[in-house]
């Protein structure tokens, strides 16, 4: 008989000329965003993963590298590496940008700094509407397709600082409805990620200086027309699609937008 040859096919990954890390690194998103891999359970091993793609540790562990640095994954010491949780900490390292007003002269304030607070979150509306030509060019979905419109007061030390106003499809967003965002035991980013599969990986933001219209100031409790922040952000996940569009309305009168560069990755 002749000798059979047992040819393992190779596993299907991006095409390209990209460096062999990166097509690695593709692969590995692709994995993570359809679900094969999810932030329950830890990742195969460096070498397991090495073997499936064919590539050393080395390019293997680059790859994976770059996704601990983006917040995609993250590594636990002595129990491996996972799909990084939406957690209230992340929440507070990467997308809470507010915290009571000091001056970098003020080296006293500056050391006496306490960790960051974590705002207390009211909802105040969660309706089913239609998309605005606005909200649908963020979103890039058709105008008049459905969405959710929820409105949040967030508190910072008993006081109102931000209103946001978020927009999700409700085409994406499947199931969701006032009780399951109003119940949830986390953040938003987290509910998306635990509830739909949906992994926001990082924001797109854009500020710029307002009068508060009246429903702003009655919400933060201030003048109407008095001066404020307004920050149009668009939150995305893999490939750059877009998952929410928010405009939040900041009152400066105690309280700064913060913008601290990360550290660059070792």
């Known amino acids: 008989m002749p000798k059979q040859i047992n040819a393992r096919p190779k596993p299907e990954m991006p095409h390209g000329d990209a460096p062999r890390y990166r097509v690695v690194k593709q692969a590995l998103q692709k994995m993570i965003e359809t679900g094969q891999y999810s932030a329950a359970h830890a990742l195969p091993s460096e070498a397991v993963l090495a073997e499936k793609w064919r590539v050393s540790i080395g390019t293997l562990r680059r790859a994976v590298d770059e996704l601990v640095h983006e917040h995609v994954l ?31 002269g003020d080296d006293e304030a ?25 909200q649908a060019s963020a979103l890039r979905i058709k105008r008049g397709e459905g969405v959710f419109v929820f409105e949040n007061r967030l508190m910072l030390g008993q006081r109102a600082v931000m209103r946001d106003e978020i927009c999700v499809s409700s085409g994406l967003l499947k199931g969701l409805n006032e009780k399951k965002f109003t119940r949830r035991s986390s953040t938003i980013y987290s509910l998306y990620q635990t509830d739909f599969g949906i992994t926001v990986l990082r924001t797109l933001e854009r500020a710029r200086a307002v009068s508060a219209d009246a429903t ?51």
Not at 80 to 87: F, I, K, M, P
Not at 116 to 132: D, K, N, T, W
């Open 74 to 104: 993250v590594r636990r010491q002595g129990k491996g590496t996972y799909v990084a949780l939406h957690s209230p900490a992340r929440f507070m390292f990467q997308f809470f940008h507010v915290e009571p007003r000091w001056s970098f």
């Open 110 to 134: 500056m050391h006496l700094q306490k960790p960051a607070e974590y705002p207390a979150i009211e909802c105040l509306s969660f309706v089913s509407s239609r998309a605005s030509d606005i």
């Open 216 to 266: 702003s100031a009655k919400i933060l409790g201030i003048s109407a027309g008095a001066p404020v922040m307004q920050i149009h952000r668009l939150a995305l996940t893999f490939g750059d699609r877009p998952v929410e569009y928010r405009i939040s309305t900041l009152c400066t009168q105690a309280h700064d937008y913060v913008n601290a560069s990360p550290l660059p990755a070792a």
